[in-house]
């Protein structure tokens, strides 16, 4: 099935055409980032076009099997990737409060995709499906329940899709064991911790927003309610320039005082980010204790994300650190999970497409591991 | 040597007289319902030697329920103070440990009162209020902070721009140090462990505020309170841990206003504010208990705040690797054994087995409630900051022959 995957995001958009069959995109490119307003938009809809011609062009004049839009956001709306009809749009349209910066230019662009490629079936693969199942106990923080409910405020986690694929990945890889407790480390600019038992996640380290949990490359992570509000008092700032400070100067910016890599930071040996480093680490390594702690065990840690390497630093190092009296002589296995997210949310899509065909047909639903079948088993496992 | 020692609170002064080094407790009590006047009257409960009394009278602040402290001691002589010693819940980047009190000192402590909004200037008024009514005795503060002042860096640092830690000192500084380093001390002893060698989690669960603490080789590594009391573990009105960007949208709800912010988080949350029924855990898991657990909300604020605590200890014990023992002390951690029993069982990953019988019946504390094969203890102990104190203020006059002369310069 060929599928043209969409990234779209505030700064650039991102799309990849994947031919049936083909783990690597044949396809590639960047697009003029989506307006936050209201402004002229035909320029998408003629790049969309532009983009369409090209993929004729690499597949003997043949439309995309499927279109698949990456959104960052739904709430616990979509447990799962949902073909964008009608009803599914109206849906989205109603979580606009929640998200009024992020989800209209998202609503935008899916309206364009289908004036560009009016005979393509769109799906939706979004970030935030993964974690709607996340327990009231983990979803909820400890406000006032008025407050809560008013303004909709619970925990999401932000990079579902990376999870689920490697934790179905290493459920597969290893002794073939759907009930294994796993910690899922997404090492990307802003990495991400979840642990999963049976297939759902019970912790995750990402919160309302992307803000909360590890520090990111520019994102401060973890921080203490007080310092918000020392920073308003003492500096005279509004919400806009704390968050401004908080999301794009902190980080590894902010402690290393310049612009530095998740990757970079685990391999080099300069004094400079030394901190960084042992910030991020320490961090981690306490996000895998409270993981640990929220299963009543860990079975497996996979790594994912465009730093995956990194794991191959991080997995001796914790397989060896989270030992604890009684076992000393356990080693927790690791291992790297290397598909990127285009693909995994081309192999959503086409999953989301088959099942849709599936049920139509009233054919049994497609399994998720046929499509994996893909995927190599490392040799450290 | 009679040592006073003050434990004040926003609306209480909790005070000891302890002989050192016999650390004999001779008189102690508490000044209860300071300030504006409430619904029940202001006294102070007191207990002189096996005495037991209480004493109504108005206290409309920590100045005066400290006058009318002084006073019911001077009617027992063999009680004078020769030593003041206070607890001071934030020394900021200006004070480690303890210091004898000065006029430098004095304007130190006005300089970190914000850290602390709640609990420094009633104690700072207090040291004040002290030294103009007796000029001539000397007086030490300690700090709770000073315990977490061996927090390496790397858990200590914020992920924010370095020039808010420098300039402003913005980083982790940890509270309940005094209880959680008299109970990992007593801890040690207990398994009759070196402390330079002991490794543990403190679990301090009181009824108001609640923190856990990191310990390896007897020094606190890491603590769930960091810059403020705020963060960590959801507590009786504290919200505890938040993502930042929802403190924002709460400054944008309130139009910037950062006293109704500080209110919502630190008056308004935590189990009041989630069950809407009670401040106090251990009333909703009687409801729970009594099958009141139909109610959504005293459920779910059960769940969350022990979710909280497990959490939190799964971490800590990764930090600390090969710990020797839980701890859990304070009002909730020492009398409620079905918090202890949520947050400890199916801990075995850990190295923690708790045992359901001794945990629910334990005996007098200091105690442990793991199974016999248990590789990790899980203890239960009395904390007494008021002692932790007095052994701060002995251990410094015993090293500064002049303090006298030092304390009135």
Known sequence: ???????????????????????????????????????????????????????????????????????????????????????????????????????????????HCRQAFPEVPIVLVSETSFFS?????????????????????????????????????ARHSIRQNPAARILSVCLIPQPEITAVMRSRPVMVTGGVTPLEGIPGETTCGELDAG???????????????????????????????????????FRTDDPDVRLAREIIQYRILLACGAGIAAM??????????????????????????????????????????????????????ELTIRSHLAALQSETEWDRSHVASGYSVPANV | MNIL?????????????????????????????????TAEPSRIVYHIGDVNGTHYVEMRDQATAFEQVMA??????????????????????????????NEEVIADLDAVADLAPLHNPPATGLVKACRARYPDLPQIVVFDTAYHSTIPDYARTYAIPRWMTTDMGIRKYGFHGTSHQYVATEAAKFLGRPMSEFNAVSCHLGSGGASLCAIVKGRSVDNTMGYSPLQGLIMSTRCGDLDPALTLRLLAQYNGDCKSVERVLNKESGVLGMSGVSADISDILAGIAQGKGQFPK???????????????LGAYMAAVGYADAVIFTDTIGEKVAPVRW??????????????????????????DVATESSPVRILVVQTNEELAIARDAYSLLSRAGSFREHALA
């Not at chain 1, 307006?35 to 998408?44: F, I, L, R, Y």
């Not at chain 1, 020392?230 to 402690?255: A, C, D, F, H």
Request: with cysteine.
């Open chain 1, 227 to 265: 310092i918000v509000l020392t920073l308003r008092k003492e500096m005279g700032w509004g919400p806009e320039q704390i968050n401004n400070v908080l999301t794009r100067e902190s980080g590894l910016r902010g402690i290393v005082g310049r612009d530095v890599t998740v990757d970079a930071i």
């Open chain 1, 296 to 349: 009543g065990g860990v079975d497996n840690i996979v790594f994912s994300g465009d730093y995956v390497d990194v794991g191959e630093i991080l997995g001796p190092w914790l397989s060896s650190t989270l030992v604890f009296k009684g076992n000393p002589d356990r080693r927790i296995p690791w291992l790297c999970f290397r598909e990127s997210l285009d693909r995994l949310i081309a192999d959503s899509a």
């Open chain 2, 72 to 101: 019911l001691l001077a009617k027992h002589p063999e009680l004078k103070p020769d030593v003041v010693a206070h607890r001071m819940v934030h020394g900021g980047t200006r004070f480690e440990r303890y210091a004898l009190v």
């Open chain 2, 5 to 37: 020692v003050f434990n004040c609170g926003s609306s209480s002064l909790k005070y000891r007289v302890i002989a050192m080094p016999s650390e004999v407790q001779r008189a102690g009590g508490e000044a209860q319902r300071v300030g504006p006047p």
């Open chain 1, 133 to 169: 199942g996340l327990p009231a106990r983990e979803r909820y923080y400890g406000l006032h329940a008025d407050i809560t409910k008013s303004l909709k405020l619970e925990r999401y986690g932000f990079h579902g899709i990376f999870h689920e694929w490697a934790c179905h990945y």
């Open chain 2, 298 to 312: 005293m459920d779910l604020t059960a769940q969350i705040y022990l979710w909280r605590i497990r959490k939190y």
């Open chain 2, 342 to 367: 949520a947050v400890c069982a199916d801990m075995e990953t850990f190295g923690l087995s708790i045992d359901p019988e001794r945990n629910r019946n334990p005996s007098e504390p200091p105690v």
């Open chain 1, 1 to 111: 099935m060929s599928i043209l995957v969409i990234r779209p995001s505030r700064y650039t958009s991102h799309f990849a055409y994947f031919a049936g069959g083909c783990r690597e995109p044949i396809l590639t490119g960047d697009m003029k980032p989506l307006h936050s307003g209201d402004g002229d938009e035909t320029e998408t809809v003629e790049e969309l076009l532009h983009i369409r011609s090209l993929c004729r062009k690499r597949l003997s004049a043949a439309e995309p099997d499927a279109l698949a839009v990456r959104l960052t956001f739904t709430a616990s709306e979509f447990p799962k990737p949902v073909v964008a009809t009608p009803e599914v749009i109206r849906r989205l349209q109603a979580l606009v409060p929640r998200a009024p910066l992020h989800l209209p230019p998202k609503l935008r662009l899916i309206e």
